[in-house]
T-cell receptor, first 114, second 113 residues
Framework: ETGVTQTPRHLVMGMTNKKSLKCEQH?????MYWYKQSAKKPLELMFV???????ENNSVPSRFSPECPNSSHLFLHLHTLQPEDSALYLC?????????????FGEGSRLTVL | GQNIDQPTEMTATEGAIVQINCTYQ??????LFWYQQHAGEAPTFLSY????GLEEKGRFSSFLSRSKGYSYLLLKELQMKDSASYLC??????????????FGRGTSLIVHP
């Protein structure tokens, strides 16, 4: 238990569906991240929120839409995805400025796009 | 930009010592991390180096040379449970007030009896 909870753990969706991934952290951290993990590839940074403001958008297609309503919750809204978007989506949090930047990861949401 | 290189796969014997290397190029450096990720699980933090030298933590040690753009993770007295992927990550320049880690591809370590 890392203090970062992701739901759902597994998701199968068609290319025309709309779904959302949810992340919640109970650590009092100020920064939250979405990473994509595909087989044989490095973890790819997608979005970073610091104090509820998006500070990084790493050239992610618009079919992925993040939302950070408060410092404890982060969502990733998905619509009209492609089969190549199938991957493990990892949420992470960190204490923010003044810390070493250690990331605390959730267990991930395994997404399959048909 | 940043570039991180580490071996794809390594094998070792239970009880032995293994060294996993990581080389990097970066325009800004604010620390290097090692994470462990077991199959189907979240990555977990192992170590952080920001100054040159060796940091020891139980069976695991991490070394950094900033001038050479080089780090290694040393695992002693290997156990079967150490079979996992080991991720090297660089904390680069700040962006929007945050230092955002960039990850390497990871090294899959297989420990056999």
């Amino acid at each position: 238990e890392t203090g970062v909870t992701q739901t759902p753990r597994h998701l199968v969706m068609g290319m025309t569906n709309k779904k959302s991934l949810k992340c919640e952290q109970h650590l009092g951290h100020n920064a939250m991240y979405w990473y994509k993990q595909s087989a044989k590839k490095p973890l790819e940074l997608m979005f970073v929120y610091s104090l509820e403001e998006r500070v990084e958008n790493n050239s992610v297609p618009s079919r992925f839409s993040p939302e950070c309503p408060n410092s404890s919750h982060l969502f990733l809204h998905l619509h009209t995805l492609q089969p190549e978007d199938s991957a493990l989506y990892l949420c992470a949090s960190s204490p923010g400025q003044g810390s070493t930047g250690e990331l605390f990861f959730g267990e991930g949401s395994r997404l399959t796009v048909l | 930009g940043q570039n991180i290189d580490q071996p794809t796969e390594m094998t070792a014997t239970e009880g032995a010592i293994v060294q996993i290397n990581c080389t990097y190029q970066t325009s800004g450096f604010n620390g290097l991390f090692w994470y462990q990720q077991h199959a189907g699980e979240a990555p977990t933090f192992l170590s952080y180096n920001v100054l040159d030298g060796l940091e020891e933590k139980g069976r695991f040690s991490s070394f950094l040379s900033r001038s050479k753009g080089y780090s290694y993770l040393l695992l002693k007295e290997l156990q079967m449970k150490d079979s996992a992927s080991y991720l090297c990550a660089i904390r680069g320049a700040a962006s929007g007030g945050s230092y955002i880690p960039t990850f390497g591809r990871g090294t899959s370590l297989i420990v056999h009896p």
